[in-house]
């Protein structure tokens, strides 16, 4: 079973539109993220979301919108593509606050690239 | 702002040999050090360091912590060819709770059979 999903995994666009990446995680973890690994390879997070709840908001332009239906879902929606858009966005989930650290789960991934 | 560097950026090996990455930071405090394999896809977890001078071992993979020089070092003996693929650290914050992780730009290693 695949404990954090993404769909889509690849994702091809024209520059201007707005398209969506969903992400799942059946592990029961309280808190998920969003990360962007540019063409160096250079893993940046952009988002996190403890119990739906917005808690980490990274310098990301505001034309990505993070939505968070319940615990187990972190959904992307960004808004008119730039070509410096393209990357590959990584979900990851963890089990949450408070403790020592908890271990984060990556998710397979979803190529972007925007023409 | 939390730095982390990686060096080198990229190393090709036979295998069989023994490999030594690095990652340096610059970060003013941090509760752990992170280690992860990158191949095709996602980021797999690899080790977590908490304290300086105690080795994290798994089968051919060790790993080191030093907090006085501000480094680790994750060392491969008996290199083969799977363990081809780009190799990131990361810090942890030290606030429980803040779970962003601060990456490093990575190592790719690559092994020639």
């Known amino acids: 079973d695949t404990a954090v999903s993404q769909t889509p995994k690849y994702l091809v666009t024209q520059m201007g539109n707005d398209k969506s990446i969903k992400c799942e995680q059946n592990?029961?973890?309280?808190?998920m993220y969003w990360y962007k690994q540019d063409s160096k390879k250079f893993l940046k997070i952009m988002f996190s979301?403890?119990?739906?709840?917005?808690?980490i908001n990274e310098t990301v332009p505001n034309r990505f919108s993070p939505k968070s239906p319940d615990k187990a879902h972190l959904n992307l929606h960004i808004n008119s593509l730039e070509l410096g858009d393209s990357a590959v966005y990584f979900c990851?989930?963890?089990?949450?606050?408070?403790?020592?650290?908890?271990?984060?789960?990556f998710g397979p991934g979803t190529r972007l690239t925007v023409l | 702002e939390d730095k982390v560097v990686q060096s080198p950026l990229s190393l090709v090996v036979h295998e069989g040999d023994t490999v030594t990455l690095n990652c340096s930071y610059e970060v003013t405090n941090f509760r752990s050090l992170l280690w992860y394999k990158q191949e095709k896809k996602a980021p797999t977890f690899l080790f977590m360091l908490t304290s300086s001078g105690i080795e994290k071992k798994s089968g051919r993979l060790s790993s080191i912590l030093d907090k006085k020089e501000l480094f680790s070092i994750l060392n491969i003996t008996a290199t083969q060819t799977g363990d081809s693929a780009v190799y990131l650290c990361a810090v942890v914050p030290p606030s429980f709770g803040n779970e962003k992780l601060t990456f490093g730009t990575g190592t790719r290693l690559t092994i020639i059979p």
């Open positions: 990851a989930s963890s089990q949450g606050a408070g403790g020592s650290y908890n271990e984060q789960f």
């Open positions: 592990l029961g973890h309280d808190t």
């Open positions: 979301y403890n119990n739906k709840e917005l808690i």
